[in-house]
């Protein structure tokens, strides 16, 4: 049977990418961050899985305001890389795992969680920037990755508890799918940053360290953080944490298994307008 | 019955709700079709006429023109599609996020290096922070 071995968390903001992509990795500004990867990288190495869950967010990328779909689970053979207004990123396609998608999606449906199947689609930086992060700069990414959108953009999004609940049924489908497959799965974006209006550039290092730790070891209470206190704490687009929790409920322990190891931690101020938070859990 | 919005007492913060995407819907798929590299220059070849193609309201088209990205978000622009003609106009997410400010670039930049806005006063509509109304624009002499 296929198994969860580790869940991977990361901020995954556009112009760490736009870094990568104009060869600016080594400047004294983009050193420390890249720096806190380096441990990352290794580990991925040592522990490459033969599929990715990547929860991401799209940024008014494949989805416009025609349609907002809140989980859309990505099931397409393929996807491109989007031009995002600045050209598509140089990096590799990413090569999707349309038998394990379409059986998460059957299984998850089947819960009461209400996904969005799709079939054709581009993916954003939401979803190339941690694979850049983790994986270096590839001719090809090591594994096929599910991409699984959710809304963070348009109010409501889904809550943190709803999320996590959504990453328990999401476990249970991919611990039911015969073949034996490692798979891990990656909850990305924020942490504190919020890109509009006069509270432009909020970042508050003591709140994202704070839920952190609370992620790591409580995360039920990490679940029960409702949208208001992300928006005044980590401000207007730090609610993309929530999408963290979906990774966080695949985990283990929330299953009723040991707690996971941390095998790595990173908190950086600033890429750009954001506080950039990174987490390893291993299962034991 | 009115629904609960607790996040309207949050200073300098506009949140995309389904009210403001009703407000934004055309706005904000202009700002989508400039994904297309032709549009951006059919755009840029004529920024009125361009406009004018789309069902927006005259504000919203000013406001565009104007690169007024606050005045973008209150007739329901959203950042993220708003970005795009910041894309346009060759402009990072940063020089976006520090227009809506006041600050000039360098100070923006420099306030983000130095570990970002403080919460401190900016959580609640009334307290004395930098993004509160009462100080803005920010960055102006005193």
């Given at each position: 049977m296929a198994k969860i071995t580790a869940s991977v968390y990361t901020s995954h903001v556009p112009a760490i990418g736009a870094a990568i992509d104009t060869g600016k990795t080594t400047d004294p500004y983009w050193v420390p961050l890249f720096k806190g990867y380096e441990p990352s990288k290794s580990w991925m190495e040592a522990s490459k899985p033969d599929v990715i869950f990547l929860v991401y967010n799209d940024h008014?990328?494949?989805?416009?305001?025609?349609i907002i779909p809140t989980f859309a689970i990505g099931c397409a053979a393929e996807f491109k890389p989007a031009d995002?207004?600045?050209?598509?990123?140089p990096v590799p396609t990413v090569i999707g795992h349309p038998e394990l998608a379409a059986h998460i999606a059957q299984s998850v449906i089947q819960d009461d969680f209400d996904l969005t199947i799709v079939n054709k689609m581009d993916v954003d930086h939401g979803l190339t920037v941690p694979l850049n992060l983790l994986c270096?700069?590839?001719?090809?990414?090591p594994c096929p990755v599910i991409p699984f959108a959710v809304n963070?953009?348009?109010?409501?999004?889904?809550s943190g508890r709803r999320c996590y609940n959504l990453g328990q049924a999401i476990r249970k489908a991919i611990e039911s799918y015969d073949e034996p497959l490692k798979v891990q799965i990656w909850g990305t974006g924020g942490m504190s940053h919020q890109l509009q209006?006069?509270?432009?550039?909020l970042i508050n290092r003591e709140w994202d360290n704070a839920w952190l730790d609370t992620l790591i070891s409580d995360p039920d209470a990490a679940a029960s953080v409702p949208h208001i206190d992300y928006v005044r704490e980590?401000?207007?687009?730090?609610?993309?944490?929530?999408?963290w929790l979906i990774a966080r409920g695949a985990m283990d322990d929330v299953a009723g298994g040991p707690p996971p190891k941390l095998a790595h931690r990173f908190y950086h101020v600033p890429a750009s307008n954001t506080g950039v938070g990174h987490l390893i859990l291993e299962n034991q | 019955m009115a629904l609960e919005?607790?996040?309207?007492?949050?200073?300098g913060t506009t949140i995309f709700d389904a009210d403001q995407s009703r407000l934004g819907y055309h706005l904000n798929q202009f700002c989508m079709s400039l994904m297309k590299a032709a549009n951006r220059e059919r755009f840029k070849a004529g920024e009125r006429a361009y406009l004018d193609?789309?069902?927006?309201?005259e504000e919203q088209k000013q406001a565009v023109l104007a690169r007024d990205l606050n005045r973008c978000i209150a007739l329901g622009g959203n950042i993220y599609f708003l970005a795009k003609i910041g894309a346009t106009d060759g402009k990072s997410f940063q020089q976006m996020a520090g227009s809506m400010t006041g600050m000039s670039e360098a100070a923006y930049r420099d306030m983000m290096i130095n570990?970002?806005?403080?919460?401190e006063g900016n959580r609640y509509i009334g307290e004395d922070g930098d993004a509160q109304a009462h100080r803005q624009p920010q960055g102006k002499k005193d």
């Open positions: 008014a990328t494949a989805f416009s305001l025609d995002e207004g600045y050209g598509p990123r270096g700069s590839p001719d090809a990414w963070v953009v348009q109010y409501p999004v889904p209006g006069p509270r432009a550039g980590a401000g207007s687009e730090g609610i993309e944490l929530v999408m | 919005k607790p996040y309207k007492d949050i200073p193609e789309w069902p927006m309201t570990g970002g806005r403080s919460v």
